[in-house]
């Protein structure tokens, strides 16, 4: 039997209609930007599999380090005991993250960083005597799927059956220069009329949500207003971290600064999940208490594991490194260029790009994940192009090791989509 077939027997996949698609593509190896299926065919990674793998798959410098620690320490409970990799992250972390961020809090995936940042701002206000129930979030935003980052998620193509078990979420559009003082009048109306506990958003860029982009100056003026109403503000950093917008962290664009910021995906470079929520010391401060009763609460078994440690820890020393660096202006400059001549085109409707992320809309009517969607995506991959159409969306967020031959082969990849849509 090939693997696909042994695949179909037990194997239920995420986002995936099985009566419609039953057949999934082995993958048998990854190095670099390039994917290998079980046929010997390459696909270049332009997403570097959900924005995880962004130092190139498979990367040598890191698989060294990791299998250093995976000799060394492979796990040890994190309540009560510590090691080398978890403080040497923590340290490493601190000194890119912006200023105010002073702690770190690990769990395992996007969803649960924001699960835990969610549940930092409520007890938050709790443990000051301030009781506080509802969170704002950006209409269309993605923050996961547990609960309460399913409650904070504006896609109802996601949560429709579940939608009755929300947290209490109230929810203002994303702003442009001419909503946004609207914008700023509706949020104010939420924070006298309700008990606003925090704002999760995804700065400048939400992921799920095709890529939209708003300005860092309408984001700002929001943030304001939350500060200004002790409202914590919670930057879902999980797609947006790790130099993708072209600086470590989006919050760096941005004037305000997060009290609370989620992190996962590139974090642990495709090799192994790991998530990490980060607060100031303000927050931290309002849960140390002689009660027991005032502490977070929260835990995972996996929580801080070493060799996850260990990863992050070699990941951010390539992040730093000037090749990567020189690669994401690389990669920004090539987006440029290529954005400034397709959009031109009669069947693209828009484009956007910030850093290594690359956005156009068809002019043309899609479902999101209808018949038309995998056409798109069938002509990508016989061209060797491995890119997840979001709807009328096609998005670039390759590995920062792609070269510039591989990124003309993703944008003439797309040249052929519209020539048959
Ligand atoms: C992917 C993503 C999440 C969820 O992360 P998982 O690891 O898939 O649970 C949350 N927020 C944003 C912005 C994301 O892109």
């Known amino acids: 039997m090939s693997l696909q077939e042994r695949d179909k027997k037990h194997i239920w996949h995420p986002l995936t209609q099985h009566k419609l698609h039953p057949d999934s593509l082995p993958i048998t190896k990854a190095k670099g930007a390039v994917l290998y299926d079980d046929k010997g065919r390459e696909y270049i990674d332009g997403i570097a599999s959900w924005y995880t793998a962004m130092y190139g798959h498979c ?25 080398e990799p978890a403080v040497a992250l923590s340290e490493a972390l ?20 924001n699960e835990v940042a969610i ?7 709790f443990n000051n005597n301030d009781k506080r129930n509802t969170i704002v979030a950006f209409e269309n935003g993605f923050h996961g799927d547990t609960f309460g980052a399913m409650s904070a998620s504006g896609l109802s193509v ?27 009048e509706l949020l104010q109306q939420y924070i006298n009329t309700n008990n606003i506990a925090a704002f999760i958003y995804e700065p400048l860029v939400q992921g799920a949500n095709c890529m939209r982009m708003h300005s860092s100056e309408n984001l700002n003026k929001i943030l304001k207003v939350c500060k200004a109403n002790n409202v914590l503000c919670i930057a ?42 980060t607060c100031t010391q303000k927050i931290y401060d309002a849960f140390l208490d002689d009660s027991v009763g005032k502490a977070f ?22 992040l730093k490194s000037e090749t990567i660096q020189q690669n994401i202006k690389m990669i920004s400059n090539a987006h440029k260029v290529f954005e400034s001549k397709i959009k031109l085109h009669a069947k ?37 192009v491995c890119l997840r159409p979001l709807g009328k969306t096609i998005y670039i ?5 792609i070269t510039e031959k591989q990124l003309e082969n993703i944008y003439n990849a797309i040249g052929q989509v519209l020539e048959i849509i």
């Open 59 to 83: 990367n040598d410098y890191i698989l060294e380090k990791v299998s250093e620690q995976m000799r060394q320490l492979d796990q040890i409970v994190f309540a009560g005991f510590t090691h």
């Open 94 to 113: 601190i000194s890119i993250l912006p200023d105010n961020q002073e702690k770190i809090f690990f769990s395992d995936n996007g969803s649960t960083a």
């Open 119 to 125: 549940k930092m701002a409520l007890q938050y206000h």
């Open 158 to 184: 996601y949560n429709g059956p579940f939608s009755d078990f929300f947290i209490d979420v109230v929810r203002i559009p994303t702003p442009t220069d001419d909503t946004i003082e609207s914008i700023v």
């Open 236 to 277: 879902d950093e999980v797609m947006t971290g790790f130099g993708k917008t072209g600086k470590y962290f989006a919050s760096e664009y941005i004037e305000e600064q997060p009290d609370i910021i989620s992190l996962s995906k590139a974090l642990t470079a495709g090799f192994v999940p790991m998530a990490i929520t």
């Open 297 to 318: 609460f929260h835990a995972h078994t996996y929580t801080a594991n070493p060799i996850a440690c260990s990863v992050a820890l070699a990941g951010i020393d390539l």
């Open 348 to 384: 693209v409707g828009s484009t956007r790009r910030l850093g290594v992320i690359f956005a156009l809309d068809l002019a043309v009517d899609l479902d999101r994940y209808g018949d038309k969607r995998y056409k798109i995506f069938e002509t990508l991959m016989a061209n060797g």
């Open 397 to 401: 967020l390759p590995p920062y090791v």
